[in-house]
């Protein structure tokens, strides 16, 4: 009985393996840029593997993280609202109500929790690298989770604000009027809009290992830029707008059309399709390279131990 247990444990632990050149040949793969052919390849390989340690994450655990993700986008709505008020008629206070929008991303990202748009872009490339079927299944599974988990919190979010007797009035006019500049787009803007946004959040974290120490200023310029530019994001666009259903400003069907569903493909494309595929393509003929090099040199070292026996058996014999 205990052997069977253990047998299943086995077995379900390696379908949470990604099948990748690691895993493969048993060896860890050097991500030092000095022993690569490119700093993008080092790059490229840092956030791989750090989308291969997220593909096989157990799923509660990224649901729970996911969750926590969503709740703390709430921080963007709600310093954005309070800037707001107290901001109005201050001159320039459009570049600091925005500068309200990076809160969120601040906490999610610092304190590591799961982003749904960080993860079309890191959990995206062990998956280029090696288009398997189960590290298909792998991605579709982290999405899925990491998405509805970030979807259940921004509606506790959104509904705590709404319910629970916090904000005055004014405040909640400004929540409104968030949320209703988002609603303004019509289906096709949404879709275009995200899909900047989506590339703008890929290439924040493609920053991230060459940004050390200064990771939470790149947060902050890169996701300030999304909100000065009124750019749909699925995550904390959906903080805005289910505090309208809440409120009762708009009907439930109004947030998955014509918000959520475009604004979702726009994110996807530009994350996935836009700037994981070119980040992916920049650096394949350097991982041709580097495993033509290996090759060679491993044909060498070969040739080098074949000679050496050789003459050691001439001596000997003589």
Not at 40 to 63: F, N, V
Not at 98 to 106: A, R
Request: charged letters at 20%; a negative charge.
């Amino acid at each position: 009985m205990d052997q069977l247990k253990e047998d299943k444990i086995d077995k379900s632990s390696d379908e949470l393996e990604v099948e990748s050149e690691e895993n493969s040949s048993g060896e860890n793969i050097d991500v030092d840029e000095e022993n690569l052919p490119s700093k993008a390849m080092a790059i490229h390989e840092h956030i791989r593997q750090d989308g291969e340690k997220e593909l096989e994450r157990d799923a509660m655990a990224l649901l729970w993280s996911a969750i926590a993700a969503g709740l703390s986008m709430g921080a963007s709505l709600l310093a954005k609202g309070v800037f707001h008020v107290h901001l109005d008629g201050v001159p320039g206070s459009f570049l600091l109500e925005n500068l309200g929008y990076t809160f969120g991303f601040i906490i999610v990202i610092m304190a590591r929790q799961q982003l749904f748009t960080e993860n079309t872009v890191t959990a995206v490339l062990p998956v280029m690298q090696k288009p398997t079927g189960i590290n298909f299944l792998l991605l579709i599974r982290l999405w899925g989770m990491v998405l509805l988990g970030n979807l259940i919190g921004t509606g506790l979010a959104a509904y705590a604000f709404e319910f629970m007797p916090i904000f005055d009035e004014q405040t909640r006019d400004a929540f409104v009027k968030i949320g209703m500049e988002v609603m303004k787009n019509t289906p096709g803007e949404m879709f275009a809009n995200a899909i900047i946004s989506g590339w703008i959040i890929a290439t924040m974290v493609w920053m991230f290992p060459a940004a050390g120490s200064a990771k939470i200023v790149v947060i902050i310029i890169m996701t300030w830029l999304v909100g000065l530019g009124d750019l749909a994001h699925i995550v904390v666009g959906s903080v805005e707008v289910l505090y309208l259903v809440f409120n009762g400003t708009i009907p439930w069907s109004d947030f998955f059309w014509p918000f959520a569903l475009p604004t979702l493909a726009g994110n996807i494309c530009g994350g996935t399709f836009i700037f994981a595929l070119i980040s992916h393509a920049q650096i394949r003929n350097d991982m041709s390279n580097k495993k033509k090099t290996k090759s060679k040199a491993q044909e060498k070292r070969r040739r080098e131990v074949k000679d050496g026996k050789t003459e050691k058996e001439a001596k000997r014999d003589a």
